[in-house]
């Protein structure tokens, strides 16, 4: 399906018109259903239809799973995403596709040809954010629904804030996101900001999609949207014990996206990032530069 053929307009208006919320609610319940015939039912389909490289998990066989959401979220077997030896390089918080990379133009960040979104539409949260990461290095990586669904560190940190920001649930393939204005900062999302060992703030923006109504952290558990639709911040359990480079954070129940973003002058994305380039959790992204130095 094309961007701006026929077929992508029709999918775009569907989303317009359907009832997201509740969608993602009937999907919620049905992917936890343990019925082994049900179940195993929506695993085979789901294998048939996407896929799955079951190779490097840690229970490769889908039908193991006591629910469709408990395969989905999946973890993988020890020692089959190897981190790069340089202790300074930024790795893929996950297994997907770049949607798109660079570097913020002020406040703005790229979504897709001819389109963009406000830094601050997107954390939702006070001026001094903002200031933060003006100016910075940002990286967007979409999971497709065949991809590992889980959530790890790009670098070392302690979780600073976090909040839930409501929204809508378009989907996020790139059909959508090069249609619909401002997507990433009009869906559904997990906020949370960290602290370095240099005092460098970073930032992940965890993007809930079509029949992505809840996102897992493992300070938080299940995040779902409240009845109130307003942002609320997240509390987090004190002390907040540092996760290092690598380190499990949470995971989507059902595919979605991750927004990094880093400080002016922080990072240095590798030269062959492109959209549409596979990563792996742990593959090297590009590099952290010392603080207050030119790159």
Known sequence: MRPGSPASRGFILLQHLLPQHTLSRVIHALARVRWRAFKNLLIRGFVAGFRPDMSDARQPDPLAYESFNAFFTRELAQGTRPLPPDPRVIVSPVDGFISQ???LTGET?????????SLGALLA???????DFAG????????AP????????PWAGRLHRARHVPGRLFSVNAVTAAAVDGLFARNERVVCIFEDDDRQRFAMALVG????????????????PPTRRQVRELPAPAP?????RGALLGWFNMGSTVVLLFPKDRVRWQADLRPGLTVRVGQPLGRLQDPGLPP
């Open 146 to 153: 065949f991809n590992y669904h889980r959530i790890h560190m």
């Open 240 to 244: 907040v014990a540092g996760l290092d």
């Open 209 to 224: 999609a079509l029949f992505v109504g809840s996102i897992s952290t493992i300070w938080h558990g299940e995040v779902t």
């Open 125 to 131: 949260g006070d001026a001094a954010e903002i200031t």
């Open 109 to 117: 960040i790229v979504q897709a040809k001819g389109r963009s979104f």
């Open 136 to 143: 910075g290095a940002f990286a967007t990586l979409y999971l």
């Open 101 to 103: 990379v660079g570097y």
